[in-house]
């Protein structure tokens, strides 16, 4: 059965920091490219970045400027996303997916085939 858990959201303050992981089973892991998603209440679901399979390349969405990080650890199978000077803006459910679509496809949710529960992040001012 193939899974992506998303886990490490929760409350924290504006300026706080919080790690996001993905534990991904199932499939093959090495063979995906794994992307992070997130919704706010009543907003469509925006995609924030993505690694590639061999983690050699990493794109982010411009409005996030340098506060957010992702990275892959192949042995557990696990993507991570480290989130710096969070904002009550970056408040909402965030979603790890994945996806074997080619690389210029990897900010599109639609070409996304495996996606995680999503976890939530709350983020006080």
């Known amino acids: 059965e193939v899974q992506l858990q998303a886990s490490g959201g929760g409350l924290v303050q504006a300026g706080g920091s919080l790690r996001l992981s993905c534990a991904a089973s199932?499939?093959?892991?090495?063979?995906?490219?794994i992307g992070w998603f997130r919704q706010a209440p009543g907003k469509e679901r925006n995609w924030i970045s993505s690694?590639?399979?061999?983690?050699?390349?990493?794109i982010y969405a411009e409005f996030l400027k340098g506060r957010f990080t992702i990275s892959r650890d192949s042995a557990k199978n696990t993507v991570y996303l480290q989130m710096n000077r969070l904002k009550p803006e970056d408040a909402a459910i965030y979603y790890c997916?994945?996806?074997?679509?080619?690389?210029?496809?990897?900010?599109?949710?639609?070409?996304?085939?495996?996606w995680g529960q999503g976890t939530l992040v709350t983020v006080s001012s």
């Open positions: 690694i590639s399979d061999t983690a050699d390349i990493t």
């Open positions: 199932g499939f093959t892991f090495d063979d995906y490219h």
């Open positions: 997916a994945a996806t074997k679509a080619p690389w210029r496809w990897s900010k599109i949710a639609s070409r996304f085939e495996y």
